[in-house]
């Protein structure tokens, strides 16, 4: 196959770490199935990912952020671009934190772009020093998790590249599903690349001539339209160029993406996280991946930009380009694990704010699984607002039992398995007071590997909990994701192991059970206005294993 000579490296890492597994599997479960050796398609996008992962041992890793700002009236402009791009992914940080980067300009004509990136968090990256040469009127930033490229600085982004007709960046979130089949094409046309990235790849394929040519200059919708002819998912962009952003959304929505304005000071007091409003005019526009950040910028939550849409900002506003069809007229596919996990709670997708979202999954799983108890509680942090949920659906009180220290951080790179669960208690810490002689029904919004759930019920075990009846805010997660999300493989996923009940057995829960697909496509949907329109739809592939689209080689 084509792939095993670009990835032989990555084959014998990921051999070596799937071996690593099935000893593992061998030696601990008895309910190991054969059918498990088999070598599947659904862990070869993994080769391509960071060997780093491999030290991953809880939840689900994010994808990346995307930021961009420009100024309206007059230029120079009064608006610090580059601070305001940093809060931005500042914002967005919990989507990716592996490395950082922005590129402004001052929007000239073939206008110099000024660039800094690095690896780590935002606020390792960016200084007063480095902040202070990012001059301009307008500019792009990301916030990285690798998925198709290793965690290194030449792959941070944004990337740019220099064309005939001028600098250009490119920030991207996702990953796309063709990848292999676009790099051959692009090679085939005299392109050469220097890195594994897909986009690096995307950022190439923008500086090829459009099929119908161009009469004056570079005609970048007509560039755009193009890539997404070529690409049909997985990607949220930012491009930049001369004196433009462009935003784009792949056609099925997989991955979002939000427009905000930035308001005179004063009209602030009217502050509202619902649609833009008319107080005061825009003294600039910013595109993020969500909305999170935007009240801390001074900026308003306007619109999401539509599934298949390009957006052109400049400093005289926001206008649609187009909007390209999906194949087939097939149905939207955004991301529900946005919902379940990725996103922050106070960001707003389809007009609905996420921690709204999650308390209804909670009142679903409620009337889905409900169970006699004393107490409803969460593991911090993500299981909180499903759990506020279950209380209310249930009429059992809401209550802490775990505490969570923020200062751990990543349960990863420890040497034995041993140390790495206890990483995973390290974390937490039980409320002794609120757990003693309780029947508690503990919350989480997703189960993975199985790591974090089992250390949690041994201390509340040994906290004096009476009961413990686990109750998940998503259904059992069964397959890979290869559009941006570092899903383990499927062999890692505990729930292809073990089914409910055994699982329950496994981690010591008196009970555990899952929200059912169809209670969390209703959950999510309960309060999107247009629900009924056949447009509307979720990606849910990696709980029901249908794709919006195949991974192609
Ligand atoms: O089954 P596992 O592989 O152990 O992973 C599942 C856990 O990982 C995530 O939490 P995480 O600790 O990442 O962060 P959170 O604070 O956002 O919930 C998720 O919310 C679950 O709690
Ligand atoms: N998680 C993402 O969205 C990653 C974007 C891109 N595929 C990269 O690896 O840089
Ligand atoms: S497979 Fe899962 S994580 Fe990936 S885009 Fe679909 S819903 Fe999101
Ligand atoms: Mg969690």
Redesign the pocket.
């Known amino acids: 196959m084509i792939v095993c000579a670009l990835v032989s490296e990555r084959t014998r890492k990921y051999t070596v770490r799937r071996s690593r597994w099935l000893t593992r599997t061998r030696d601990h479960s008895s309910h190991f199935s054969p059918l498990l050796f088999r070598l599947s398609l659904d862990y070869l996008p993994t080769l391509f990912r960071d060997a780093t992962t491999e030290y991953y041992t809880t939840g689900l890793t ?3 952020g995307v930021f961009g700002c420009i100024a309206t009236g007059e230029w120079p402009s009064q608006i610090d671009v580059a601070q305001v791009i940093t809060l931005g992914l500042v914002a967005l940080q919990h ?2 934190q592996e490395s950082a980067g922005i590129v402004t300009t001052a929007g000239e004509e073939r206008g110099r772009f000024f660039v800094h990136k690095g690896m780590g968090l935002i606020n390792n990256v960016f200084n007063d020093e480095s902040m202070k040469k990012l001059k301009g009127n307008l500019g792009i930033g990301h916030t ?6 290793a965690s290194e600085e030449v ?1 941070c ?1 944004p990337f740019v590249v220099h064309t005939a007709h001028g600098p250009l960046a490119v920030a ?5 599903v063709n990848c292999s089949a676009l790099r051959r094409w692009v090679l085939a046309r005299g392109v050469g690349l220097s890195t594994l ?3 690096e790849l995307i950022t190439q394929s923008l500086c090829l001539n459009p099929p119908d040519g161009e009469l004056d200059g570079a005609d970048w919708p007509a560039r755009i339209k193009h890539l997404m002819q070529l690409a049909p998912l997985s990607y949220s962009l930012v491009i930049m160029f001369g004196d433009k952003i462009y935003g784009v959304r792949d056609p099925y929505g997989n ?1 979002p993406l939000c427009i905000g304005k930035i308001l005179p000071l004063a009209s602030h007091n009217t502050s509202t996280l619902t649609n833009g409003g008319t107080s005061g005019d825009a003294e600039g526009w910013v595109i993020s991946s969500e909305s999170c950040g935007f009240l801390s910028i001074g900026a308003r939550y306007e619109r999401e930009v539509l599934p298949g849409e390009i957006v052109e900002m400049t400093r005289e506003g926001v206008r649609t380009v187009c909007i390209v069809d999906r194949p087939d007229n097939k149905p939207q596919a955004f991301c529900i694990f946005e919902y379940v996990y990725f996103a922050r709670s106070d960001s707003i997708f389809e007009g609905q704010m996420v921690y709204s979202v999650r308390m209804q999954c909670g009142r679903m799983l409620a009337r889905e699984t409900y169970v006699e108890a004393d107490l409803v509680s969460s593991v911090p942090e993500s299981g909180t607002a499903a759990a506020h949920g279950f209380a209310q659906e249930s009429g059992i009180p809401f209550g802490e039992v775990l505490c969570k220290n923020r200062y751990v951080g990543r349960t990863f790179i420890q040497p034995s398995t041993r140390l790495r669960q206890l990483g995973v208690a390290k974390k937490f810490g039980a409320l002794s007071e609120n757990v003693k002689g309780r029947r508690i029904i503990l919350i989480d919004d997703s189960i993975v590997r199985g790591n974090t759930i089992g250390p949690i019920i041994k201390l509340l075990r040994d906290a004096g909990a009476k009961e413990v009846h686990i109750r998940i805010a998503s259904p059992p997660l069964k397959h890979p994701c290869y559009m ?3 899903i383990p493989t499927s062999e890692e996923l505990i729930a292809n192991k073990l089914s409910p009940p055994l699982l329950a057995k496994h981690v010591g829960a008196d009970s555990l059970e899952y929200l059912s697909v169809d209670g969390l496509v209703q959950a999510v949907r309960q309060n999107i206005a247009n629900k009924e329109d056949a447009n509307i739809g979720h990606c849910t592939a990696c709980l029901t294993g249908e794709y919006p689209e195949k991974l192609q080689w």
């Open positions: 994010h994808e990346c989507r990716g990285r998790y690798s998925t198709s490229a792959n982004q991207h979130n996702g990953e796309l990235s897909d986009s991955r941006g999300i570092n």
